[in-house]
């Protein structure tokens, strides 16, 4: 809503968007000091003041920006002072008094986890933050982290074209019982069948850093949206809810995070809680995906060095 797929819509039209969400039963909201920086932590606090006992919130502090200008430098920032100034940040953008869900928005290499979920677990103890996340962290740092204060949730990439996290990321979260929320669940859009290898996107949109959705392999890809749109049609249903469904399906303790900027997106994404998957369907959507290799990385090289695994 605020940067990163071109220019941001109007944000009085956001800001009545989220708060239809809150009308049609959603209470978990994601965002991050760094989108904007602090635009978006703004627009949600904003939205959300008047009902704020009936939702969760979820902030996110790591990179290095600067808590009183919000001037983004290169890299990662998680020491503690810095922890500790962000979300004093966050809490006033926010216009709230505590934060349901603080992850660390990428693992910082120069700072010792044990001191990250140490410092957090200050701040739950002050009552500034409730509960402790993670994004993007490998299965080492999250047992490291979760022993020195208890980790909620871990958010992370997956869907039906990104499933790498099923091989050692969800068997540990299972294990330790900690949430995991999806983020791009729909493939940054791309499994909703609306996107194809002649799609422009405008100039500030990040998708084009991605390899994945170079033209050429989103040519390639294209096969597995193929297979999506296949069988939902076949179910009745639009191939983002079949997206959508196969994720809720894995299991209970998974909740993705779908975002858009129109009600009617977000609407049909909701509609995807309705839809059930048989063992037939599900069997059959692993069958068709298992034959296609999706090409491209999912994120920029530069990108790529943030990630913790």
């Given at each position: 809503m605020?940067?990163?797929?071109?220019?941001a819509?109007?944000?009085?039209?956001m800001?009545?968007?989220?708060r239809a969400?809150?009308?049609?039963?959603v209470t978990?909201?994601?965002?991050?000091?760094?989108?904007?920086?602090?635009t978006?932590?703004?627009?949600?606090?904003e939205?959300?003041?008047?009902?704020?006992?009936?939702?969760?919130?979820?902030t996110?502090?790591?990179?290095?920006v600067?808590?009183?200008t919000?001037?983004?430098?290169?890299?990662?920032?998680?020491r503690?002072?810095?922890?500790?100034?962000?979300?004093?940040?966050?809490?006033r953008?926010?216009?709230?008094?505590?934060?349901?869900?603080?992850?660390q928005?990428?693992?910082?290499?120069?700072?010792?986890?044990?001191d990250?979920?140490?410092?957090?677990?200050?701040?739950?103890a002050?009552?500034?933050?409730?509960?402790?996340?993670?994004?993007?962290?490998?299965?080492?740092?999250?047992?490291?982290a979760?022993?020195?204060?208890?980790?909620?949730?871990v958010q992370?990439?997956?869907?039906l074209?990104?499933r790498?996290?099923?091989?050692?990321i969800?068997?540990?979260?299972?294990?330790?019982?900690?949430?995991?929320?999806p983020?791009?669940?729909?493939g940054?859009?791309?499994?909703?069948?609306?996107i194809?290898?002649?799609?422009?996107?405008?100039?500030n949109?990040?998708?084009n850093?991605?390899?994945?959705?170079?033209?050429e392999?989103?040519?390639s890809?294209l096969?597995?949206?193929?297979?999506v749109?296949?069988?939902?049609?076949?179910?009745?249903?639009?191939p983002a809810?079949?997206?959508?469904?196969w994720?809720?399906?894995?299991?209970p303790?998974?909740?993705?995070?779908?975002?858009t900027?129109?009600?009617?997106?977000?609407?049909?994404?909701?509609a995807?809680a309705?839809?059930?998957?048989?063992p037939?369907?599900?069997?059959?959507i692993?069958?068709?995906?298992?034959?296609?290799?999706?090409?491209?990385?999912?994120?920029?090289e530069?990108?790529?060095r943030?990630?913790?695994r």
């Amino acid at each position: 809503m605020s940067f990163g797929l071109g220019p941001a819509p109007d944000r009085n039209d956001m800001i009545a968007l989220i708060r239809a969400a809150v009308a049609h039963g959603v209470t978990l909201f994601d965002t991050a000091e760094v989108y904007g920086p602090f635009t978006n932590e703004a627009l949600v606090g904003e939205a959300l003041k008047p009902m704020r006992q009936d939702v969760v919130i979820a902030t996110k502090f790591g990179w290095n920006v600067d808590p009183q200008t919000g001037t983004q430098s290169e890299g990662l920032n998680s020491r503690p002072e810095h922890i500790r100034a962000a979300v004093d940040g966050s809490l006033r953008r926010l216009q709230t008094s505590y934060i349901d869900l603080l992850y660390q928005h990428r693992v910082d290499p120069s700072v010792p986890i044990e001191d990250v979920a140490g410092t957090v677990k200050d701040l739950i103890a002050a009552g500034k933050v409730r509960h402790f996340g993670l994004s993007e962290a490998g299965v080492r740092t999250i047992r490291s982290a979760h022993a020195v204060q208890p980790v909620t949730a871990v958010q992370s990439e997956y869907s039906l074209w990104w499933r790498e996290p099923e091989a050692e990321i969800v068997p540990a979260l299972e294990e330790l019982g900690i949430g995991f929320v999806p983020f791009s669940p729909l493939g940054k859009g791309f499994l909703t069948g609306q996107i194809n290898e002649t799609t422009t996107f405008s100039d500030n949109d990040f998708r084009n850093t991605v390899p994945r959705f170079s033209p050429e392999n989103r040519k390639s890809n294209l096969a597995l949206v193929d297979s999506v749109q296949r069988i939902a049609k076949r179910k009745s249903v639009t191939p983002a809810q079949l997206a959508l469904a196969w994720v809720l399906a894995q299991h209970p303790w998974i909740v993705p995070i779908p975002g858009t900027t129109k009600l009617q997106r977000m609407e049909e994404n909701l509609a995807a809680a309705e839809v059930e998957l048989t063992p037939d369907d599900l069997r059959e959507i692993d069958e068709a995906s298992a034959t296609i290799v999706v090409q491209g990385a999912r994120y920029s090289e530069a990108s790529q060095r943030w990630i913790d695994r």
